[in-house]
């Protein structure tokens, strides 16, 4: 009878160990019988920081060889976790002020360009959609080039 339980616990996963790069997860087992594990974040993730992870996990099971020496069983898998990005942060102008000169009475086709970037890592917020001029009553304009 002690032989059977042996072997119905070997088949049993014990642990999940992360392999590789310094990546801020672990793996916990949710039901050992099944084999059902979880992967967890330590703490958040940044893709302004990384903006994706790629690790070995292995799974181990909990038997025993022969005679009861250490003979384990595990299996490697490669994971690949790409992190999506959140709209956090604001454009900002390349420079504070923006300064140019003209001619009364003249019409310009262009009197300076402007310029701003988006610190978030995906194309999805880090792009400038427009460009709007907030004081009110301005002679001036903004075209899709971004020139004044």
Known sequence: MEELASLIYSGEICAFNIHGLEAPFEAVVLNGT????????????????QKE???IIQAHDCGSG???????????????IQVNDVNEFAPV????????AVTEGKIYDS????????QDC???YSQICN????????????DRNVLL
């Not at 099944?34 to 920081?49: F, K, N, P, Y």
């Not at 460009?131 to 903004?142: E, G, K, M, V």
């Open 34 to 49: 099944s084999g059902e594990g979880q992967l967890r974040a330590h703490g958040l993730v940044d893709c302004e920081l």
């Open 122 to 124: 995906s194309p999805q």
């Open 66 to 80: 022969p005679g009861g020496t250490e003979g384990k069983k595990s299996h490697k898998a490669v994971v690949h």
């Open 111 to 118: 009197i300076l360009q402007v310029e701003a970037t988006d």
């Open 53 to 55: 992870y790629t690790f």
């Open 131 to 142: 460009y709007q001029i907030t004081t009110t009553s301005t002679p001036f304009a903004i």
């Open 93 to 100: 102008f390349r420079e504070p002020q923006y300064r140019a």
